[in-house]
């Protein structure tokens, strides 16, 4: 708190990061995330380096140094945002927005499982938010439809069951196919140390996804096709 050494402060907001993370202090450790993503955002290049120092000191350019560190933010906010009652909401608060979805696509585009599980678990959130929650932003409630513009985007260059999901669902509007990807997809999040938690929630929203896109374009509907396997929740039709 003494310190008027802003690098040697930002290191030690990555350390109180980690520690919390290390022991599990999920609302702490939130707090500090965004204290550090507000650090990191708020320093203009000149604050970071300048190019001339750079080059003498043979370091990163200054918005190349500023990608490193958003690019370590996001790898660490994982962490958090998949252990905090409130983390996928969050992270798609975060990585939806301009400067981190820039970050992602230009330096981590394998972030892109993580934005798009947590935007089909968020579905509930962003289609009936619970009484006396904060209002969902914009980015938020519309997710769904900006993750699969970025999956669009980015197919060239990474793509795995869980983003091929979203895609043959809302831009092939293939449905088999999109059953296909969902089983492999439950395979991949058993698997993903973030996601396996999830997995029985993350196929229940998934199914709904189907069932939902499909009523949309059918006019003669399958009963038996939209009421689905038990773990469906049809209180939410």
Not at 45 to 59: D, E, F
Not at 83 to 99: A, C, D, K, V
Not at 167 to 194: G, I, M, P, T
Request: proline share 5%; with cysteine; charged share 20%.
């Amino acid at each position: 708190m003494l310190s008027t050494d802003a690098e040697a402060n930002l290191s030690a907001q990555w350390g109180k990061l980690a520690s919390d993370i290390l022991t599990g202090r999920w609302d702490i450790a939130l707090e500090d995330l965004n204290t550090l993503r507000e650090a990191i955002d708020s320093r203009s290049p000149a604050a970071i380096v300048s190019s001339a120092s750079a080059a003498a000191q043979n370091l990163p350019e200054p918005a190349l140094a500023q990608l490193n560190s958003r690019t370590w933010l996001v790898h660490w906010s994982l962490f958090v945002y998949f252990n905090h009652p409130q983390g996928r909401t969050l992270l798609l608060e975060t990585f939806l927005s301009p400067s981190y979805l820039n970050t992602i696509q230009t330096s981590s585009p394998w972030i892109l499982r993580y934005l798009t599980a947590a935007a089909i678990l968020s579905r509930k959130a962003t289609t009936s938010p619970v009484a006396g929650s904060a209002p969902l932003s914009s980015r938020v409630r519309n997710a769904i439809r900006e993750v699969v513009k970025v999956i669009q985007t980015e197919e060239y260059q990474y793509q795995d069951p869980v983003t091929s999901f979203l895609k043959e669902l809302y831009v092939e509007f293939d449905f088999e196919a999109a059953q296909q990807q969902l089983a492999l997809a439950e395979v991949v999040v058993s698997n993903d140390w973030f996601l396996s938690d999830f997995k029985d929630e993350f196929l229940d929203n998934a199914r709904y996804l189907i069932s939902e896109a499909y009523c949309r374009i059918h006019q003669k509907i399958d009963i038996a096709y939209v009421v689905g396997p038990p773990s469906l929740d049809h209180s939410d039709f």
